[in-house]
């Protein structure tokens, strides 16, 4: 049951297009389907299938490797006692096979570069010396510790560099993609119940997995992480400890930017983490960006040394708001929370999260797909007690004159927009413009659950998007 994915599974089928040996690493991070896109599209059409092993020693690696070999059709592999040997052996078995494309499929294969193991060197090799001098190899390699896939497989400056001939990161799913799976499942989900969940979950299909038919979202969320053992329960740690062979500087990253909605400069983030990373900041901030953990983004009219990095997983946030330094006991805790303050409070961040990882459904929405745009926020700070700060998070700012500033709102139903807010409205669109100084027109969207409720200052706002365009 392959739910989108079409663009990377052409991907993947190309490579036995090509006259040539190819060299592909699928990557993203834990539970996003790397693996299974990898099967589903061929089928079981390997020469050679192995997966690395988490948390084990070299002697225990390089033995899975060697039973590997045997699944494959070896009939006797003595026992390795390097990766040299190991690649070696996997050279012979896969010289005997008929004149044909030989699909190498390695998972997860940061856990095989162990400790003075020199496994990247025996690869390097593999490939250098021997398959990439073949026209019939295609290896592809996966893993979710995304940090070690780009070190060294894509931004190689080895004997690997510049050899990697296709890479393909998996992204989360879409809304509407995660419609799809839960119609496939069954699952009888309305739209509101779908975006709701995708504020918990975000569009990892592993988690959606887990949820069960005959339940509601909120009685599947208490079941998934406020249940005594929860599937989910435990699953922060056990993330970026999948991602990240040290996760702690990670957490630290984001544990700071958790605290700040807006975001934080490199600055502010070295004064906030306790444990100082000095150069390597900037490294584990692309890195994070790369799993889809954090964006960023330059606030309009500022300058890339002013780039604020914002945490905007879905699940990463949920956690820090509900379950991190929190001991609930209670297991029908997320069906009894709804509609309660802390709830609503929660739900108006997360969709407005939501919007920002669907910008290009929002364009298309607006139909301006086709015109050049830079999505953007902004920022101003009071500069005395006679002025007010303001936040906007969301613009698009478009090459054909028009800049749309975005608000977002999340209800259960139509939203009434009051004087008063019509008010906040006008007049954070009128401190933009003054302070900005841009001379484009500036064109309010409101994107809401269900549109807004008709009353005098509705009318006032023409363009009005509601969750079905987030689904497009």
């Known amino acids: 049951m392959l739910i989108g994915r079409e663009k990377q599974q052409q991907e993947l089928l190309s490579l036995l297009q090509s006259d040539e040996s190819q060299f592909c690493a699928v990557y993203g991070r834990r539970r996003v389907g790397k693996t299974y896109l990898v099967k589903q599209t061929f089928q079981g059409q390997f020469a050679f299938l192995h ?66 193991s020199r496994f990247v060197s025996a690869l390097e090799h593999f490939w250098n010396g021997w398959a990439n001098m073949r026209s019939d190899i295609i290896l592809i390699v996966c893993g979710s510790a995304t940090s070690w896939i780009i070190g060294n497989i894509v931004r190689n400056y080895g004997g690997l560099h ?24 069954a699952l009888r989900m309305p739209r509101k119940s779908i975006l709701e969940t995708y504020m918990v979950l975000g569009g990892i299909p592993y988690y959606w997995s887990l949820l069960k038919q005959g339940m509601s979202w909120t009685q599947n969320i208490d079941q998934l992480f406020f249940a005594e053992r929860g599937e989910l329960r435990n699953e922060f740690d056990a993330l970026y400890a999948s991602l ?52 960023s983004y330059n606030a309009l009219g500022k300058k890339k040394r002013d780039t604020i990095y914002q945490l905007i997983d879905n699940f990463t946030l949920f956690y820090f708001k509900f379950l991190a330094n929190h001991s609930i006991d209670d297991e029908n805790f997320w069906s009894i929370s709804i509609g309660k303050p802390q709830y609503n409070a ?45 936040q906007i998070d969301l613009l698009i700012n478009r090459s054909d004159d028009v800049i749309n500033v975005c608000e977002m709102k999340f209800s259960k139903g139509k939203y009434e927009i009051t004087a008063d807010e019509f008010d906040k409205l006008q007049d954070k669109v009128s401190v933009f413009q003054n302070k900005s100084k841009t001379r484009k027109g500036i ?18 706002i023409p363009i009005q998007l509601t969750m079905d365009d987030l689904f497009v």
């Open 346 to 390: 929660w739900s108006g961040l997360a969709f407005e999260r939501v919007c920002m990882q669907h910008s290009a459904q929002i364009r298309r929405a607006l139909g301006i797909a086709g015109i050049s745009a830079g999505i953007y926020s902004w920022t101003y700070r009071a500069q005395n007690e006679h002025e007010h700060g303001v």
């Open 162 to 185: 510049n050899r990697l001939t296709r890479q393909i990161y998996l992204r989360p799913f879409t809304l509407k993609e995660c419609e799809q799976y839960a119609q496939k499942r």
């Open 51 to 116: 997966s690395g092993v988490a948390n084990a020693d070299m002697n225990d690696q390089l033995e899975e490797f060697r039973l590997s070999l045997l699944n494959a059709g070896m009939k006797r592999v003595p026992k390795l006692k390097s990766w040299s040997l190991a690649f070696f052996h996997l050279e012979q078995h896969l010289a005997t096979l008929p004149q044909t494309k030989k699909i190498v499929f390695v998972d997860e294969m940061p856990w095989m570069d162990t400790p003075k």
């Open 244 to 295: 990240f062979r040290s996760p702690q500087p990670y957490i630290d990253i984001v544990t700071a930017l958790g605290s700040k909605k807006a975001g934080m400069t490199r600055e502010e983030l070295d004064a906030a983490i306790k444990n100082n990373l000095g150069g390597k900041l900037a490294d584990k901030l692309e890195e994070l960006e790369q799993c889809d953990f954090i964006r």
């Open 443 to 460: 064109h309010i969207v409101m994107i809401t659950s269900y549109g807004l409720s008709p009353n005098a200052y509705s009318y006032d």
